[in-house]
């Protein structure tokens, strides 16, 4: 695998997360050790495993003779499952889950509110 191709997909992860995330100044492109030293540890430890092993694979891939050795299978396995994870969601997906958020917190209320009358109803001697 080239060099480029390996800095490549480590570039598009680390502003993937700089997308996701934050953590980077306005018009700066951080690579991918300097964003899992600062946001790393928002990732699921699954991912972030695969994003080190892919910084590893950009660090290797600076000297010209271990670049052609290293083997594409697992940094391109690796950067799918990445990319997968930091996707932005879509405006209708956000949507939907801050509807979903606000229906779950609506229930809610109401179960604790009933369960209060409910309450003050057996106190009060008028049920059971």
């Known amino acids: 695998m080239a060099d480029a191709d390996v800095q490549a997909l480590a570039d598009e992860i680390a502003q993937l997360m700089v997308q996701r995330f934050g953590g980077a100044r306005r018009g700066a492109r951080p690579d991918l050790e300097t964003m899992l030293r600062r946001r790393g ?9 695969a994003a080190r092993r892919l910084a590893e694979a950009q660090r290797e891939a600076r000297a010209p003779r271990i670049a052609r050795q290293i083997d594409r299978e697992p940094a391109l396995r690796d950067h ?49």
């Open 41 to 49: 540890g928002a990732l699921p430890r699954r991912h972030r495993k």
């Open 80 to 128: 799918a499952e990445l990319v997968r994870y930091l996707r932005p969601l879509g405006s209708g997906r956000r949507w939907a889950n801050t509807a979903s958020n606000i229906a779950a917190a609506v229930m809610l209320g109401l179960m604790v509110l009933g369960a209060v009358i409910l309450w003050v109803l057996v106190r009060r001697g008028h049920l059971g």
